[in-house]
């Protein structure tokens, strides 16, 4: 039990000494961005203070909280410093929702400011920046919290049940993990929009509507739709999403407008779906599926196994 504890302790303070280590070099960069930036943009009134809170949104708050950790961690109070730390956590689920806005009012103020323009190039050549961008800056909170995550964890994995501090980094470890959460939910959102939006300008015209709230963009790909009559097979590119199933061809490659954009043939629901290995079974070359809609019945082939297994495995999650 004695050599369990040591154990314990070598690797419960080395974790500490690496938290604060890191600790240090991430308030560091922050300094940059609150120093250089935020602190002289404000005195100079280069930026209108409301857009000067959309690029930077809580950063200082940010910053000064972990200010105080470092000198909690420096003292070795451990559990006081993650306690006030704690309270300070969803400035960083605000920041992460903050972000895209960020970056596009930042992209905005850069090509329609010259002076704004000129006075980034002048900070960012500062010694200090050792060649690091604003926008490489600006995501680092984020980064932290993740950070944060691996290092409590492992405090908390190598502090004994009895300890005083265990019951406050169990709560901090808790707290932590929701927050990170929230992020990765406000992430997957954005990424989502993203793929949303990049799919409808894909789409010829403005018939279909594929931004709607709640669905979420699943995978796209090409597949040979199989005829019901002799005809030849016929290659369609396919997006899935939560709700529905779209098929579409390209247009015409010397339309004027559209010869890099898709034309929508057909919208699937996947209310009332039934999807079907028709073959691809077993390892021979590609397959084929069925999709029963009420009123319609596809068979879509693939030359690749791999290919059909992945679009079956998509559709039956996506009905289901």
Known sequence: ????????????????????ETEHKYLEQLDLVVTFFVTILKAKGTLKPAVLDTIFGPLESIYSASLVLSLHLERGNLGPGLENFCQNLEL????????????KTLKEQLRKKKSF???????ETRPQFQGQKLEDLLPLPLQ???????????????TSLDSAEYKKLEKAVKSISE??????????????????????????????????????????????VVPS???????RM???????????KPCHP?????????????????????VDKVFGHTQSQGGLLSLSFPHKTLLLMSSEQQDINDWYQSLTAAVR
């Open 92 to 103: 960083y689920g605000h920041y992460a929702e903050n972000l895209e806005q960020a970056n």
């Open 179 to 224: 927050v990170s959460r929230w992020v990765q939910d406000t992430v997957r959102k954005r990424e989502n929009s993203l793929q949303l939006l990049r799919v409808q300008k894909l789409l010829k015209g403005q018939k279909t509507q594929v931004l709607t709230p709640g669905r979420w963009y699943i995978r796209e790909g090409w597949l040979l």
């Open 254 to 274: 010397l339309h004027p407008l559209n010869s890099n954009k898709l034309a929508c043939q057909a919208v699937y629901s996947l209310h009332q779906c039934v």
């Open 144 to 158: 932290r919290l993740h950070q944060y995550k691996h290092f409590l964890r492992d405090l908390l994995e190598n």
């Open 1 to 20: 039990v004695e050599e369990q504890r040591a154990r314990w302790e070598r690797k419960r303070s080395r974790t500490a000494k690496e938290l604060l």
């Open 238 to 248: 396919f997006f899935l999403f939560s709700d529905i199933f779209i098929a579409t």
């Open 229 to 235: 009559k002799g005809e030849e097979l016929k290659r």
């Open 117 to 123: 323009r000129r006075f980034k190039k002048l900070q």
